[in-house]
Each structure stands twice: as C-alpha cells, then as structure tokens.
C-alpha cells in the first residue's frame, strides 16, 4: 500500500551491520519491505481493478483530454471497467500526447498542487515533462525503498548515487529510496569520473548506483589510479539502469567489480526509476503493479501473452498529478507470469532490449544496438566500450562497429576479423569494424551514445 509505514514490511528495520548484508549473502528470498509484494494473485488483482476505476475516475474529473479519449471509447464512468479485460477498450496514451500539452496541459491537479516536476531527456524538441503532487513523490520514494530493499540494500550501507540529479529521475529517485531504508546515501551525481572513483575508495561504499555504461567507465578509474585493485573495495551491490544493457554486459561489470549487478527499470512518465526491478534471482523484474498495470502488444496495438515480445505499455494506478492510461513506452520486452523462488506474485519484465526509436534499418535489415553488443562482448579480447556509427557513402547504407581491444599491444588485424565474421553470422549483416587505440573510444558520463546516425538527414 502507498505509504505504509515501514514497520509493516517485515522487520525491515531490523538491521543487521551492513558487512552482515553483502549482497552475497542475500541469495533468493531476502527481506521484503511491503506485504503487498507477495500478496495472493487474486487479491493483488482486485486491489488493481479498484485503483484503476480510481485512476479512470479522475481522469474523467479532472484530464478534459483523457476524459474525452474516453468518452469516444464509450466510459463515462469508472463503473463501465467492470474487470480487468476491460482495460483493452480504453485508448493508447503516447509521448505525442504529452508533448502537444507540453508544460502542464495534461495535469489532473491545479498547478500550485505540484511539489516537483522531472523531466525526460528529449532528444529533440522539448523534454517530456512530468509533475508529481507530494503524494506522488511519497508513492514514489517507498517504491523505491521496495525495490532497493528487494536487490538487498540495508539500513546502514553507505549507497554511491552516481546518477544525474536534477530533472532526471535516476539521481533523486535512488537518493529518496536509499533515504528512506536508512541508508547513508553519497549525493556524487554523474560526471567528474576520476573523483567518483576517489569517493568509492575512500568512503567504503556498499552499493554503487549509476548506468551500466558508467559503471564500467567508473572501473576503468578504479583500475588506473593506483590506488590498488578494485577487487578489495567493500562495493558488493551495484542497481543499474537509464539505458538498455545486456547480459554479456552484466558480465562484464561484474568481473570489473566486485558487486552483484541488479537492473532496475522505469521511465519518468510513471515515476522515474522504480517501475520494476529484479529480485536476487534475477529472473525478469518484478512489476510495482499496485502502482502500474504492464501489458505489451503487438504492432497492431493488440496485447499479446507473457512470452511474447512487444511494446511495454504502462498504465498508472495511484498518479495524482498525471494519471496516464495505456502509455506507450516504445520500449521492447516481455512479461513472464511463471513464479519467482522469490515468492513474490508479481509479473516480471524480461527481455528488455531497448527501444523501438533505438532499431536501426540497415540495408533493409532490423538491428537493435544490443544485438552487436551481445555478440562482441561474448567475442573476448574486446574493452566494453563501443559506437556504432551508421553511413551512407553511396546507394547503400553502411554500419561500422568501432571498438577496443581490451589490452594494449593486441593484434587488431586479427582481432577486426573475428569480430566481423562473428557479425555476419550472428546478425546476418556485413558490419565494417574499425579497431581503435585503447582508450580512444569517448567513454559514457551517464546515458551512453552508443549510435552515430550520419546518413543525410539523420
Ligand atoms: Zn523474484
């Protein structure tokens, strides 16, 4: 339940000394900071069709857009779901909608009500902006005490918050979870990567929060500042997201640190981080879903079964200030309903491989970035940092990997041909690789660039 005291989850205060709570030590199962997470299916979903007619009912009152997309969809009133089939009959939401109304067009409460906006990146044009009443921001902070409490931060470890603070959502939602549990949270923000690892070192952290990405920049700091090997820091955790990463990846933090990677997923149109994270068997990430119905559909806008890949649409269910229902999140992934040896009776996302805006077409071919980065993490000898850079030299469109050997002195000729090959069988395109001097590739501050678009008019 949305602010509920604490003491309800399940001895959560109970803190045992932080060198007690390594992440190693929190095999499946540990500590749950909310009853609702393991909540029988049937009562989870009643309590979710009693919040989505709330949800339905103020955007009726208080959104003229919402309520009007729902008046053509025949519901007038909260009454007309009457369970949760019915929430196919309501209409999409997308980031269209909430750039038309762009600032405050779409808000369910007077302005004055706002204790904060965030906003998302917008690559181009203006951000996608959202507001949260403190309500929202106090739904938002235990949802994030949950799924920190769930990856294994206790009371007591000392969190590095690498992240971005300001209008993205990953530095403050971490901040505000860490807060809550009782942790001691280490406001360092992004950038500035030499000092992030000076902070790591000298204040003994327990859990490093940060992109995947800049976690592997951040152990390259480690690794050249003489200060000894990475591998006898305290770090035993690290929750990572912002950007789409994939298991070879995770496999790669984790030999260049010695924590436990844990992937957490959200997008500031919900509430920011703290949508769905994984639980220590890392089987998928569980769905907040008191808070947010998952569904994901087909290119026709049909929702397809767990198992199926597909768009991940959102809905919310206690938003005070922007209530959306079924937002489209252009994000790609799954939904497994099997159980958890967690016992959590959630949903979980699995398969998430970025976004649709991400896919590149290349010579009429689909390629997702993480495709080729599944393949040339697995290739061995090559540094995890990399471009992609898309060109168009003549009539047909060319995709060249740049990349890095992982050690100095490699041979590149050798290296460039295994990893074409490897390429062309994996993805079925012929990839150009360029082999770069070590250190050369511009490493991630925060969210990576992992694509150069240079075709005309890109
Ligand atoms: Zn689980």
């Not at 109970?14 to 499946?28: F, H, I, L």
């Not at 993490?377 to 047909?396: S, T």
Request: with cysteine.
């Amino acid at each position: 339940m949305p602010g509920t005291a604490a003491s309800e989850g399940g001895g959560v205060w109970g803190g045992r000394p932080p060198e007690a709570n390594t992440a190693g030590s929190d095999a499946a199962g540990g500590r749950v900071w909310d009853g609702v997470e393991t909540l029988p299916r049937e009562e989870l979903e009643a309590l979710i069709l009693d919040r989505l007619r709330s949800t339905v009912a103020r955007v009726l009152a208080a959104q003229p857009f919402g309520a009007a997309r729902l008046a053509q969809a025949g519901i007038g009133s909260p009454e007309d779901i009457r369970s949760l089939d019915d929430l196919a009959a309501i209409p999409f939401t997308g980031k269209a909608e909430l750039r038309a109304h762009y600032p405050f067009g779409l808000l369910a409460v007077p302005r004055e009500r706002l204790a904060r906006v965030h906003a998302s990146s917008g690559t181009h044009g203006k951000p996608t902006l959202v507001g949260y009443t403190a309500a929202d921001l106090e739904n938002w902070t235990e949802l994030m005490a949950r799924c920190m409490t769930m990856a294994g931060v206790r009371p007591g470890m000392v969190i590095h918050n690498a992240n971005g603070y300001g209008l993205f959502t990953g530095g403050l939602g971490f901040h505000q979870g860490g807060e809550r549990i009782g942790a001691t949270v280490v406001p360092v923000s992004g950038g500035f990567t030499a000092r992030q690892a000076m902070l790591l070192r000298d204040l003994g952290a327990h859990v490093l929060v940060s992109t995947p990405s800049y976690a592997l920049a951040i152990a390259q700091a480690l690794a050249e500042d003489g200060d000894g090997s990475a591998a006898s820091l305290p770090v035993r955790l690290g929750l990572f997201g912002g950007e789409p990463w994939t298991e070879a990846m995770r496999g790669q933090i984790e030999r260049a640190l010695p924590l436990r990677a844990v992937s957490f997923y959200g997008l500031s149109e919900m509430c920011g981080p703290g949508v769905a994270a994984e639980c220590p068997a890392r089987t998928g990430l569980h769905v907040q879903e008191d808070h947010f119905i998952a569904e994901v559909i087909d290119a026709g806008g049909h929702a397809v079964p767990p198992g199926t890949e597909g768009e991940l649409v959102f809905t919310t269910l206690t938003k005070e200030a922007l209530p959306l229902l079924r937002y489209r999140t252009g994000d790609i992934g799954c939904l497994a309903d099997t159980p958890c040896p967690c016992g959590r009776s959630t949903v979980r996302l699995t398969g998430l491989r970025g976004r649709l805006d991400d896919m590149l077409i290349v010579r009429g071919v689909n390629i997702y970035p993480s495709s080729v980065e599944h393949v040339l993490l697995g290739a061995g000898g090559v540094a995890p940092h990399y471009r992609l850079i898309v060109e168009r030299p003549g009539a047909l469109d060319e995709l060249i990997l740049e990349c890095e050997p992982d050690r100095a002195g490699a041979d590149s000729g050798a290296l460039r041909e295994r990893l074409e090959q490897l390429l062309r069988e994996h993805t079925g395109l012929r990839i150009t690789v360029r082999v770069a001097e070590p250190g050369t590739i511009p490493r991630s501050e925060g969210k990576a660039v992992r694509v150069v678009d240079r075709r005309a008019g890109a």
